[in-house]
């Protein structure tokens, strides 16, 4: 670790603290939403409650908005099941629900297929965060995040029905487009073993600074657990004991980029699974600076990519115009 490294590692952890006593409130933080859903009878408010925004989503309440939600559509509700919803079975229901249950089952199998070990959740977070259904709080309101497993609130389920009542008739079909082409390579030994713990955090929600699972950090400690776009590079090759990291001095997207001579800079066209991909306003033979090196993502193939962004930890498809545009050059760590 450079001193600048460990200088700016410090900076994050003390930026990234908790911060109770600032921001939005768990209940109350996407207020348009909730009158959103309220109008349109998705969700009602709680007798002598109001909205109740961080109370727990039941069963009883799910069901009830996905028939209104079904209504609206002149399709059939799906069945919730008793018991607790989660923010991964929510994600599952609703991904079911919008129709594309059929195309979760094939992205999973195909990671499966793979030999990445993905977890029961990954094809229906991966097509949900297509779809843009999870929401991203603002950095000073991370503590506000929800892991996969945790009971989805009624605001966080408002905040995505909200998503869906705004969809155009586009939205379903581009993501059918888009992950219908999620096919993977043959992986090398060295690929798939960073690549299966990737792919384990699909649905972490981001936090700024965040490298961890939990509160904990080796810099000081993160509002929530989970992880920013460098920071998750950081756990997959650095805090997981991967030899390949021993390479990656620099902490921060930029600095990882720029550690490298522009030599051993790869383009596009040449990017291999587990390359580090680095996106910015940087032209490919430019310095890397911090504000020209703004993301870092890990490659699945040279089709999509698996990173962490607004919508936690993710796979994206590096195929469309905008990210090629904002695309710099990759690094081979394998």
């Known amino acids: 670790m450079t001193r600048a490294a460990a200088a700016t590692l410090a900076a994050v952890a003390a930026l990234a603290a908790p911060v109770a ?4 409130t768990r209940a109350g933080w996407d207020k348009h939403e909730q009158r959103q859903v309220v109008r349109a009878g998705i969700l009602q408010p709680l007798p002598g409650r109001g909205f109740a925004g961080a109370q727990p989503l039941t069963a009883s309440q799910f069901q009830s908005a996905l028939d209104a939600l079904a209504g609206r559509s002149g399709s059939k509700a799906v069945a919730v099941s008793a018991g607790t919803v989660t923010v991964a079975g929510f994600d599952r229901i609703l991904v ?34 297509q779809l843009g259904l999870r929401v991203n709080h603002p950095s000073q309101d991370d503590r506000l995040e929800l892991y996969p497993s945790d009971p989805i609130t009624r605001a966080e389920a408002a905040w995505s029905f909200a998503r869906v009542l705004g969809f155009d008739s586009w939205e379903v079909g ?20 960073a690549l299966r713990l990737a792919v384990s955090k699909i649905g972490m929600p981001y936090v700024w600074g965040g490298e961890s699972d939990t509160t904990s950090s080796i810099y000081g400690g993160q509002a929530h657990g989970g992880y920013d776009c460098s920071g998750f590079v950081w756990r997959v090759f650095k805090l997981s004991g991967n030899r390949a990291g021993e390479r990656i001095g620099g902490r921060t997207a930029a600095q990882m980029a720029g550690e490298i001579p522009r030599s051993k800079r790869i383009g596009f066209a040449k990017i291999e699974p587990g390359d580090l991909l680095f996106f910015g306003s940087a032209g490919f033979r430019s310095r890397a600076t911090e504000s020209s090196i703004t993301h870092v993502g890990i490659a699945l193939s040279p089709q999509f990519m698996i990173h962490s962004s607004d919508q936690g930890v993710y796979v994206a498809p590096l195929f469309e115009s905008w990210r090629q545009r904002e695309f710099a050059w990759a690094r081979r760590v394998l």
């Open 21 to 24: 006593a600032q921001g939005a």
């Open 96 to 129: 079911r629900q919008l129709g594309l249950a059929d195309l979760a089952k094939s992205v999973r199998a195909e990671a499966r297929r793979a030999g990445l070990r993905p977890p029961s959740r990954f094809g229906t977070e991966v097509v949900a965060r």
């Open 174 to 193: 581009y993501a059918r487009q888009v992950l219908d082409q999620f096919k993977l390579p043959a992986y090398t030994s060295r690929q798939k073993a």
